[in-house]
T-cell receptor, first 112, second 111 residues
């Protein structure tokens, strides 16, 4: 498995619960991106990590969303107090510096 | 800010028909331009890209030319196949690689 790996592939949770989504990028890729794909908003950028630099959080829709990247590798996107409008497919991508991005299969999040 | 506008879909064609999906963009500077494809049940894949004006990206019979004067990156294929049925996304990247996507165009090709 040399590709970007995301888990879980599907997540169903109740409104108000917290969720954690995981992304395991391609080994050696310095950049990691999170995007969200939803019916109403299409594909939108959420957050970007590049090496040890401070992340670009400009796409996060609210302060309920946060992400971290540990050791320059695995990343976790956390959504607190989930709302129904958070239902979407969350995509992770990685690249060498700012090269071609390779996408994972995504996590489909459903908020009941 | 950056934005990408794709032609409205869905697009339905017969096999061997000619395909054009229009894409125009608004951006500061000189972005790189991409077409991504999402086949049914699969993840997002890069189809082709162009990094500077007048560059032509091509792959699997698809082509797109980076037109700075018209800020466009239209996707074309001379003869589509049933296996080309998918959702196609036009996108641009800024200096840091962040992608801005168009709305996506659903293509269905009938035998």
């Amino acid at each position: 498995g040399a590709g970007v790996s995301q888990s879980p592939s599907n997540k169903v949770t109740e409104k108000g619960k917290d969720v954690e989504l995981r992304c395991d990028p391609i080994s050696g890729h310095t950049a990691l991106y999170w995007y969200r794909q939803s019916l109403g908003q299409g594909l939108e950028f959420l957050i970007y990590f590049q090496g040890n630099s401070a992340p670009d959080k400009s796409g996060l829709p609210s302060d309920r969303f946060s992400a971290e990247r540990t050791g320059g590798s695995v990343s976790t996107l956390t959504i607190q107090r989930t709302q129904q409008e958070d239902s979407a497919v969350y995509l992770c991508a990685s690249s060498l510096l700012t090269g071609t991005q390779h996408f994972g299969d995504g996590t489909r999040l459903s908020i009941l | 800010g950056n934005s990408v506008t794709q032609m409205e879909g869905p697009v339905t064609l017969s096999e061997e028909a000619f395909l054009t999906i229009n894409c125009t963009y608004t951006a500061t500077g000189y972005p790189s331009l991409f077409w991504y494809v999402q086949y049914p049940g699969e993840g997002l894949q890069l189809l082709l890209k162009a990094t500077k004006a007048d560059d032509k990206g091509s792959n699997k019979g698809f082509e797109a030319t980076y037109r700075k004067e018209t800020t466009s990156f239209h996707l074309e294929k001379g003869s589509v196949q049933v296996s080309d049925s998918a959702v196609y996304f036009c996108a641009l990247s800024d200096l840091w690689g962040k992608l801005t996507f168009g709305q996506g165009t659903i293509l269905t090709v009938h035998p």
